[in-house]
């Protein structure tokens, strides 16, 4: 009996001791994920910032500028300002913080330990005003200096900067980026896939962003829109069609490597390419198709189709916009415009985020407003338009315009040096309006600060504006349930969270 | 190196090791010899059946060995084993139970007879006509030695007594004249003679473990009697943790035990979704997407402020897998969004022995971390001693149909602006509106371009959904002799859905083998295989592939038939709505296939080495793994994504465990009874994924992964692993009172490597009042119960303790993104620690008035401290979540069992139960700075589900028209619309009262039970009602119609202020209302007519020829009825998920009543 009882002790404590040995052994190598790397390798996200921004569109402007339309409910919210639901109105927000703010602030985070990454930080800080003039022109008042800090700093209720404050802070950082760039140290390469790593072209995309938000500050703050309008164009802006801001795609890969604005096109309404079974009855509007037909312009047939016995047919006097009041599908649906398969719809289009037709139409603002001397409103014009037109052959072969069409539409729109500022004006940022398609985010803002080109609202039952362009976004609703101190705080600075509250640069 | 809770555990097993060994063995053993040393008068009897030179021992010692080591109970009248002997040669067998209660009790002239499955009773073989002078137990046996002869007699009664359920006779039962000592038992064959006066008199029949029956008789000469099990007896013994069997008595906590039949004829698919009801504090909801869908089961409320909240399903002892493949549904996720079951799904319910609810920490404490929500123990059925091969059949046919139907408006049509459409397009764009002009009769163009009367088209529910149908079929093999017993059963449940071309089937073999090796060693496995294939379940939530949208949201004039086939020529979708998003449900239901197939293998062995006959070693090892592929194909042709989608999922997933267990009984000091256990345990869990996903089919209508335009595949590799080692002690002193002692030390590789273990207690006791004191005669059973403990736990996700990137694959140029989980980026937390749940409960157990009527009360009190929380936090943090491990649960409440029997007679019994349980639920805590997080919201954020600090678990979050102090609406000027408030509590998503009542009947071969169960206090939000006042479906949208709407209230500064919306501005203005949460919330509360079985048992001695022992016919329902409900458009149980996210109704396929028969037969 005494072996017995031995032979229970000896049994358990051996058997705790065996066990307790091993009682979190390999734990730490069970718990690391064998698909992800603890590692950031910064190039990398930095690419992912980049597809992930330029992805980050808001499609109601597309509709609101007045280039599309539909005659269906669901598809109503950007022509006909019905918002029946959904999160269309906060998309640009809910996504941008998670995905390339997030990603850019890694990105800065990880390259600003080592001096010798002095021109991968320059890329990223500017990449980062990028990506938030895109937020703060769409909603006004969003977190800006505390945002993206949920892991670094356990902040997981950032307040909402005041967007005087946000410009400010944009601005002062496109100058110091600009200004540290070193020719001697390594860049971002072919992972960056704007410039490849071209730090002169970095420069003046920084100085062109800073001659767009320059120029947004003209209705609140005339004094401050000279001073950076000035310094951006001291620092020397986009001027060549060589350095055009642009991310190219390829119709392969995955989503993320096609081009964004068609593939959302293709998917809401275009995939069938038959000009009748759109999913949402999307085609162009008849606004925007009128205007290029009146004025012979030839990027009509590059960028507009009317379907023929199912056959794309990119004749001018075919082609014709939909108004944007029909609740229900017109039996001649067949016969309106819309997207060419073969430039605006192509997965392999590239992006374009800066061009150098903007860059001369602001700069002829500038000269209208006598800023800039160097050279003429009229010549400036000129340059724009006729960058307009060209740009389209970044496109591909169905986008090319020969040069004596660009010369004769060029020829047909003189400069009105002589009429009253604001005539000048319209006539640049009418261009403008024309040159910039499909931009219609960056299009969306510079109608808000300039009113140009005239749009004539659509008025139509159950609109949410009663019949008025929006003038911003809405917050994401989620907002007022995670972060509602603030968000009320926002509210309470900037009035209500409407489409109609205008934001501090528009007021 | 030794990381453990090192002071407390290392106490802790001193006191395991002091407490029992050395004292406790040493004495035993000497009792145990002393108690040998016998008279050698007393062995005369015993000594002429077997005598060899071994010693002998008492019967009652050799019984209370046979207790313990085949946890068997024993009772028998006091006084009659006394003196009897029997050599110790017969303990040292090792053989069925049986055969060894034979051999020891027949020396001893005794019988025994199987009451129940762990319970025997004992009783004296004597010859009949007597009765045994012993007995003291019944109190109209006083006086020794009557014989029947000595009592003045005339006339004789003879019958039969037999046991309900088995029907076969009863012997041994005492029979005894009222008022007299005439008396008798009944033979081998449950047979009886009594001779009685002639004026007659009541005759008593009582059998220990059976209720006592009094029949009067006067002038008849053959009285059967049916002995009716006592529900409630003394000695029931019960599952608990780790597959061990305890005396209920000896429990300090609350067990509940639902025995295998209850599931088996009126059956769910899913066997979790039939506790519905049935057990006081078990929130069990069945979701609504039909056959193969999953269930969700909360215990004594919600324990986890995100986590997972359900149960750990146990079989046999050893944990299963209780995953959702792919995860539960969530409200907006497109045709993916499907229910595809969940691991409980997998059993069958004729495999099932009994199933055991443990509701307390205590109960769980030794099943460590996952246990923290209860446990649900599934014991299987084993194979039995017996003759031959036993055979079972059991089938079951059911049909569901539609339960509930909208209460819809059908006074105007479809239409826009109050017109009927007057062409094809203008009914396509009202494809789903019916704000057209009031409904006449007269002909209107509608959206196939036909011409139809404008009339009410009621049916659109009715005509869309099929009658489904439900064909289980098990066949079961059991048998067995001394040393291998077996059990072998085949199951097919063949389903079709009440959606068209949905179906469900699932094939089940289950094998259960135990036997011996040798004296000491025995073996157990089981092994079970599953093959389950599903085709085309339901998508619910947002309208794109849901076919749930078009039945309900049909414009009310157009009839769903005409837009069958779904599809025209081409193979593309014939749409009823320009707003395309919205698809005709035939098209879904003709042309989307979704299949998948789970292979799924249970298996389980364990082996048993007996060192002594005290002390046993057990190691055993299960493994649970299925093999999930899922494939959904959104067609060529779908109209809102004509070039189509392809989806597959692939997922492996396994959980091992393996336990090693040291068992020691013994008793000391005469009468403490001691049972010791030490174990270790290590779990290991994978879950392996691979999703593909894939857009534009280039050759359309040729669905393979190879033709897609885009396909991505994402691996997901988890891995995670638990530790344990635990013990408990168990003591009894008396059979009066009981303590319980656990213990449990767990390491979990999911948490930070500085804080990944803990150390967890337990401390349980009961104390048998009635045992112990003279309680009033009323009171049959008394007992007091406490207990507390804490059980510890971890996150279930693997790889949230560090931040990682992940390369996004099939890029064309690097990508490197911070790793997504579900799609979302989540802030990890590097100091991630144990949670803690701590229950204390106290209740109390009695019985009165013979046992007709019984009370069963808890109280509890449940806390879970430091919870790891995952929360969503506003994106602009960078982040879409956040793991935090701080939070503070609490759950109190009141549990009650109330069960009576109202009749008892010898062919009519009826037998109410009725529990009810009241959870007080709040959230004590959350992280510093946070008093509130979000777990769920709406398809476009109508609401919001939310844990709020103060409040219940599952507060729904919405707004509501501002008013002003007189209730006045307050109106925007500008707009001309209500005010919306802000953000407000507007209810609790969880019903905080729970109530079941089930009345048995019985009557002579016929049998009716009846269950009726409601759920208050709860509230539900109703996107569906969202969508049909959006389109002119609620009643509610009906005022202005005719004259527009006039709308009175005040502006914000309190100046009156009306309008009229005129008749064309009505939609706009309604659809408004979304905006208002509080309009299409309503009370969640409902009494159900939940089951009703009415069975028949064939008198089977007809039918001789065939060997069948028992046959059974019954019809039965589930779901019949809705007695109680406050939502006039849905089923307040129309839940679609099984997430957290309770509290929403989302358009998913309508629930349904079922009912059909159920045959059983045991040859």
């Known amino acids: ?507 | 190196m030794l990381q453990f809770d090192s002071t407390r555990l290392k106490l802790f097993l001193m006191v395991l090791l002091l407490g029992t060994v050395p004292e406790g063995f040493g004495q035993q053993y000497a009792n145990f010899t002393a108690s040998t040393l016998h008279p050698v008068n007393d062995i005369r009897k015993t000594i002429a059946l077997r005598i060899e030179k071994d010693r002998f021992v008492s019967l009652k010692m050799a019984l209370e060995n046979l207790k313990h080591r085949f946890h068997l109970k024993f009772a028998y009248r006091e006084g009659l084993l006394d003196g009897k002997m029997i050599s110790t040669s017969w303990l040292e067998q090792e053989d069925a139970p049986e055969i060894m209660l034979k051999n020891i009790l027949s020396p001893s002239s005794l019988l025994f007879k199987r009451i129940n499955k762990r319970q025997i009773s004992i009783f004296s073989g004597a010859a009949n006509g007597h009765l045994n002078a012993e007995g003291k137990a019944n109190p109209a046996d006083s006086s020794s030695s009557l014989s029947v002869m000595e009592v003045r007699t005339s006339q004789l009664i003879n019958g039969k007594v037999t046991a309900q359920g088995d029907g076969e006779g009863l012997p041994g039962v005492s029979i005894v004249l009222k008022g007299t000592a005439t008396g008798t038992t009944t033979d081998a064959d449950g047979n009886f003679k009594l001779s009685i006066p002639d004026e007659g008199g009541t005759i008593v029949f009582s059998f220990i473990g059976f209720a006592t029956q009094e029949i009067a008789v006067s002038n008849r000469t053959t009285v059967d009697v049916v002995m009716v099990p006592e529900s409630k007896t003394l000695n029931e013994v019960v599952v608990t943790a780790l597959g061990i069997e305890k005396s209920k008595s000896a429990l300090g906590y609350s067990v509940t035990e639902v025995k295998g039949e209850e599931f088996t004829q009126a059956r769910e698919n899913n066997v979790a979704n039939a506790l519905t009801g049935k057990i006081a504090g078990v929130n069990a909801t069945g979701l609504s997407t039909g056959p193969g869908g999953s269930s969700r089961i909360i215990i004594r409320g919600n324990g986890s402020l995100t986590g997972a909240n359900q149960p750990l399903y146990v079989v046999n002892g050893m944990p299963i897998d209780n995953t959702t493949p792919g995860g539960s549904p969530t409200t907006n996720d497109g045709s993916r969004n499907i229910d595809r079951g969940d691991g409980i799904s997998g059993i069958n319910p004729d495999d099932i022995e009994s199933i055991s609810v443990l509701k307390g920490g205590t109960a769980a404490a030794l099943y460590g971390s996952r246990a923290a929500n209860g446990v649900i123990l599934i014991t299987t059925k084993r194979g039995k001693l017996q003759k031959g091969i036993g055979v079972e059949y059991n089938s079951t046919y059911t049909m569901d149909n539609v339960a509930v139907f909208p209460d819809w408006q059908y006074d105007y049509g479809q239409g826009d602006f109050g017109k009927k459409p007057t062409t094809q397009a203008e009914a396509l764009n009202a494809g789903r509106r019916s704000w057209g002009s009031k409904i006449d009769g007269s002909d209107f163009i509608a959206a196939d371009g036909l011409t139809h009367p404008y009339i009410a088209q009621k049916n659109n529910i009715k005509n869309f959904y099929n009658t489904g149908t439900n064909f289980t079929n098990t066949l079961a093999f059991t048998g067995g002799n001394e040393n291998l017993s077996y059990r072998f059963s085949l199951s097919e449940l063949s389903s079709a859905s009440i959606l068209p071309h949905s179906t469900y089937n699932r094939k089940t073999a289950n094998l259960n083998v135990s036997g011996k090796l040798s004296k000491r060693i025995r073996i157990e496995a089981m092994a079970q295989y599953n093959l389950e294939n599903a085709h085309n379940r339901p998508s619910a939530g947002d309208a794109i592939g849901n076919p749930n949208w078009a039945p309900y949201f049909m414009a009310n004039t157009s009839d769903i038939r005409w837009f069958s086939p779904g599809y025209n020529a081409n193979g593309n979708e014939t749409i009823f709505t320009t707003a395309t998003v919205v698809p005709n449900s035939y098209f879904i239901v003709n042309k989307f296939k979704e299949d998948d197939v789970k292979n799924r293998f249970i298996g389980q062995t364990a082996i048993q080495y007996n060192l002594l006959d005290n002390l046993f070693v057990k190691g055993t090892v299960s493994r649970d793994f299925y093999n999930y592929n899922y494939r959904n194909i959104l067609p060529t042709g779908t109209a809102y994504i004509p070039l189509g989608e392809y989806a597959a999922l692939k997922t492996d997933v396994a959980e091992t465990n393996s336990m090693f267990t040291l068992n020691y009984q013994t008793r000391f000091a005469q009468h403490f009874n001691i049972t010791a256990l030490a174990g270790a345990n290590k779990r290991n869990y994978e879950y392996k994924e691979l999703n593909t996903s894939g857009t534009q089919y280039i050759i359309p209508f040729f669905y393979s992964p190879t033709n897609l335009n885009t396909t991505s595949t994402v691996p997901k590799n988890q891995q995670t692993a638990t530790n344990s080692v635990f013990g408990s002690l168990d003591a009894d002193y008396k059979g009066i009172a009981f303590l319980t002692v656990t213990g449990r030390q767990d390491w979990f590789s999911t948490l930070s490597p500085a804080h990944n273990t803990i150390f967890y207690p337990s401390v349980g006791g009961s104390f048998l009042l009635s045992e112990a004191l003279a309680l009033p005669k009323a009171f049959d059973y008394a007992k007091l119960r406490g207990s507390w403990a804490q059980v510890g736990g971890a996150t279930p996700d693997p790889y949230v303790i560090n931040l990682t990137y992940s390369m996004v694959p099939g890029s064309t140029t690097p990508i490197q993104s911070v790793t997504q989980t579900n799609g979302a980026n989540v802030i990890t937390n590097a100091g991630l620690k144990p949670l803690t749940s701590t229950t204390f409960e106290v209740g109390v157990d009695l019985q009165f008035l013979n046992k007709r009527l019984g009370l069963d009360l808890t109280y509890y009190n449940r806390k879970t401290t430091n919870d790891i929380v995952k929360t969503d936090i506003s994106s602009t943090s960078g982040y879409n979540s956040v793991i935090l491990n701080v939070g503070e649960l609490s759950n109190k409440g009141i549990e009650v069992l109330l069960t009576g029997t109202p009749v008892k007679r010898s062919n009519f019994s009826w037998n109410v139960s009725y529990n009810v349980a009241y959870n007080k639920n709040e959230v004590v805590r959350l992280a510093p700075g946070l008093n509130s997080i979000q777990m769920a919201t709406t398809v476009n954020n109508y609401g919001y589900v939310n844990n709020i600090v103060g409040k219940p678990f599952g507060t729904i979050v919405g707004t509501r028209m501002q008013r002003d102090a007189n209730g006045n609406i307050v109106f925007d000027a500008t707009t001309g619309l209500p005010v919306k408030t802000g953000l407000q509590e507007l209810g609790n998503g969880v019903p905080p009262l729970t109530m079941g009542l089930t009345n048995d009947f019985s009557y002579k071969a016929f049998s009716l039970g009846i269950l009726v169960d409601g759920k208050f206090g709860n509230k539900v939000l109703s996107v569906m009602e969202v969508y049909a006042m959006r389109l002119g479906f609620l009643k509610a949208s009906l005022p202005g119609r005719e004259n527009g709407l006039a709308l009175n209230g005040v502006t914000s500064d309190g100046a009156a202020y009306s309008r009229t919306v005129a008749v064309d501005q009505l939609p706009n203005y309604y659809e408004n209302n979304k905006n208002y949460g509080e309009l299409f919330l309503h009370d969640g509360s409902f009494i159900k007519l939940r089951q009703v079985i009415f069975t028949y048992k064939i008198p089977v001695r007809n039918f001789k020829l065939l060997k069948i022992q028992s046959a059974s016919i019954s019809f039965v329902g589930r779901n019949l009825a809705i007695l109680y409900k406050k939502t006039d458009n849905f089923d307040p149980e129309q839940g679609y998920t099984n997430s957290s996210g309770q509290g929403f109704e989302s358009i998913a396929l309508p629930r349904t009543r079922n009912y059909g028969f159920n045959l059983m037969v045991k040859f």
């Open chain 1, 1 to 507: 009996m005494k072996n017995h009882f031995q032979k229970i002790i000896y049994t358990v404590v051996f058997f705790s001791a065996a066990t307790l040995q091993s009682c979190d052994k390999g734990f730490e190598e069970l718990n690391t994920n064998p698909d992800a790397s603890p590692k950031i390798v910064p190039e990398y996200v930095f690419s992912k910032a980049q597809y992930d921004a330029v992805g980050d569109m808001l499609m109601g402007t597309i509709g609101a500028m007045q280039y599309t339309t539909s005659f269906n409910e669901v598809g109503g919210f950007g022509s006909k300002y019905i918002f029946l639901q959904g999160t269309a109105p906060s998309v640009v927000f809910s996504n941008a913080y998670p995905k390339e703010i997030n990603e850019i602030g890694e990105v800065i985070r990880a390259v600003s330990s080592d001096p010798k990454n002095v021109n991968k930080l320059a890329a990223a800080r500017i990449w980062r005003v990028y990506c938030f003039h895109r937020v703060t022109d769409l909603y006004g008042d969003v977190p800006y200096t505390a945002a993206g800090m949920g892991y670094v700093e356990n902040i997981f209720k950032p307040p909402y900067d005041a967007q005087s404050d946000i410009y400010t802070d944009m601005l002062n950082e496109l100058d110091e980026a600009a200004r540290s760039f070193d020719a001697a140290q390594p860049t971002f390469g072919a992972s960056d896939l704007v410039y490849g790593g071209n730090i002169d072209q970095w420069k003046k995309f920084a100085y062109s962003l800073m001659l767009r938000l320059g120029m947004r500050l003209t209705k609140v703050d005339i004094a401050l829109a000279e001073t950076w309008v000035k310094k951006a164009i001291a620092g020397s802006v986009i001027k060549l069609d060589a350095d055009i801001a642009m991310i190219k795609y390829i119709n392969g890969g995955q989503d993320i490597n096609k081009n964004p604005l068609a593939l959302s096109l293709l998917g809401s309404d275009y995939i069938n390419h038959d000009g009748v079974s759109n999913q949402e009855g999307g085609k162009y509007q008849k606004t925007f198709i009128d205007y290029l037909q009146a004025n012979k312009d030839p990027r009509l047939g590059v960028i507009s189709v009317v379907y023929v016995n199912g056959k794309a047919d990119t004749s001018a006097v075919l082609q014709k916009g939909m108004p944007s009041n029909f609740l229900t599908k017109p039996a001649d649906f067949v016969t309106y415009s819309e997207p060419n398969q073969n430039t605006v719809l192509l997965k392999n289009a590239p992006m374009l985020l800066f061009t150098n037709a903007e860059s001369n139409l602001l700069l002829a603002e500038a000269a209208v407003k006598g800023w800039y001397t160097d050279e003429t409103a009229a010549s400036l014009f000129v340059n724009g338009t006729g960058a307009g037109l060209r740009q389209w052959a970044l496109y591909g072969d169905a986008g090319k315009i020969s040069p004596s069409q660009i010369s004769a539409y060029v020829a047909n729109h003189p400069y009105n040096s002589g009429g009253s500022t604001g005539e000048q004006l319209e006539q640049i940022h009418t261009q403008f309006w024309v040159a910039l398609f499909p931009n219609s985010q960056e299009v969306f803002s510079n109608w808000r600060r300039t009113g140009f080109p005239v749009l004539i609202p659509n008025v139509v039952p159950n609109n949410a504006t009663q019949g008025q362009i929006f003038r911003r976004m809405l917050y994401p609703p989620t907002e007022e349930n995670l972060n509602n101190d603030e968000y009320q705080k926002a509210i309470a600075r900037q009035g209500a969270n409407s489409f109609m509250t205008r934001i501090w640069w528009d007021r």
